[in-house]
């Protein structure tokens, strides 16, 4: 396993650099990156930006809105969020596994003082409040897992610039977004700043794997890609905030495993268009899924038909088809 370190504090150039290095760094090695992002909102892949937002206040506070290329929900960041990334490979594994890719996370966090447990989901949690969110996605048989770790994060601007659902806030069992999380400053051990903690909790995550940490340099030729993908997708409107086309027919549910929202165009009984946002996690792009339901007749029999053989446990997770034929035509 090897460290490749990153100190910029551009949203868009650090979710850039972990792209590059999930995609195109040698396959013969673990990596692990640990990253620090200025005030910015990190979109889910599959998530409506502007219904995830307070475009308002995300505006007048200059926050930043960046797209990342895993699932799940979005997220608050700043200078007091420490992101991990862990990039491995997959070894045949096709469905989404936190627990295998965070108990190393877990264990480091115990040994400096923090009680902390996998919950939920995706999450990592002291005493029921969460301080790390957790999303991954396997592509050609690589696993990118990363998480944030909320170090000491300003929680009155988190629960400003997010609009997060009401279903999902009471499935949570919980008030507000601002009472269900924590920072993990006041439950260590050792009385240190984030830069710090991230020398130290990189110690830890090597122990916990019986190695001492390698610290790759990446070549200019690397960093020059890197660059690029900054530049041409990070940086683009429409990959963080992208189109959405009017539509005709809209529901939305909340799964155990995450939500889904279905909007199509509907015309003359065909289905013109389609489109599918959520806080899920799979391994398919959703948008193949999309050009499947395109064309089709929007009769339950045409869809069940249409759909029976494909997997949609790779797209969401666990639905059973009947349940995504009732999101569709409810």
Not at 287 to 292: A, F, G, H, R, V
Request: glycine residues 6%; aromatic residues 12%.
């Amino acid at each position: 396993m090897k460290y490749i370190e990153n100190y910029s504090n551009d949203p868009r150039y650090n979710l850039a650099f972990e792209e590059y290095c999930f995609k195109y760094m040698p396959r013969d090695e673990d990596y692990i990156l640990l990253w620090i992002n200025g005030p910015s909102i990190i979109i889910g892949r599959n998530q409506n930006t502007l219904e995830e937002i307070n475009l308002e206040y995300v505006r007048e506070n200059n926050i930043q809105v960046v797209r990342r290329i895993t699932g799940g929900g979005a997220v608050y960041h700043d200078l007091g969020n420490l992101n991990f990334s862990i990039i491995t490979n997959s070894h045949g594994r096709s469905l989404i596994d936190f627990k295998k890719y965070n108990m190393s996370i877990v264990k480091s966090l115990q040994q400096l003082g923090v009680n902390c447990e996998l919950s939920g989901r995706n999450d990592i949690t002291i005493e029921c409040k969460k301080f790390s969110g957790i999303a991954q996605s396997i592509w050609k048989g690589r696993v990118l897992n990363h998480g944030t770790l909320l170090f000491d994060t300003k929680l009155d601007v988190l629960s400003k610039a997010l609009n997060v659902k009401k279903d999902k806030i009471e499935s949570k069992g919980v008030k507000s977004v601002r009472s269900r999380v924590t920072n993990i400053k006041d439950y260590l051990n050792i009385d240190v700043g984030i830069e710090e903690f991230r020398e130290i909790l990189l110690k830890h995550l090597f122990e916990t794997k019986d190695i001492s940490p390698h610290i790759l340099k990446l070549t200019e030729e690397q960093l020059a890609e890197i660059d690029r993908l900054f530049k041409e997708k990070y940086s683009s409107w429409e990959w963080n905030f992208g189109h959405s086309p009017a539509f005709n027919y809209k529901n939305y549910r909340r799964f155990p495993f995450g939500s889904i929202e279905v909007r199509l165009e509907v015309k003359n009984g065909i289905i013109n268009k389609a489109k599918i946002y959520g806080d899920f996690f799979g391994t398919e792009d959703i948008e193949k899924l999309e050009e499947i339901l395109k064309g089709l007749k929007y009769r339950r029999e045409d869809l069940v038909e249409a759909l029976a053989e494909v997997e949609l446990k790779r797209f969401f997770g666990p639905i059973e088809l009947d349940d995504f034929i009732d999101l569709l035509m409810d």
